[in-house]
């Protein structure tokens, strides 16, 4: 696969080490990012938890906070 860079204005292929950068940073930036959409998901998770356990809904616990 042929990627392309831009080198101080000029577009180029990238060399075999560019590519290898860049494709070990997208395999990072991918774990990353389901990393931080699973703590979301736990920390959505455990909000309803608690509004369950309390009985009450988002709304009225904006209510009580805010």
């Known amino acids: 696969m042929t990627m392309k860079t831009n080198d ?3 577009d180029r292929d990238m060399t075999e080490t ?11 930036a991918a774990a ?3 990393k931080q ?8 998770t455990a909000k309803q ?8 809904t988002a709304d009225e616990a904006a209510l009580l906070f805010g």
Do not use: S
């Open 32 to 34: 990353e990012a389901k």
């Open 49 to 56: 938890a608690l509004l369950d356990r309390l009985g009450i």
């Open 8 to 10: 101080n204005g000029i």
């Open 18 to 28: 560019e590519l290898a950068a860049h494709e070990a940073w997208a395999k990072l």
């Open 37 to 44: 959409a699973k703590a979301e998901a736990d920390k959505a």
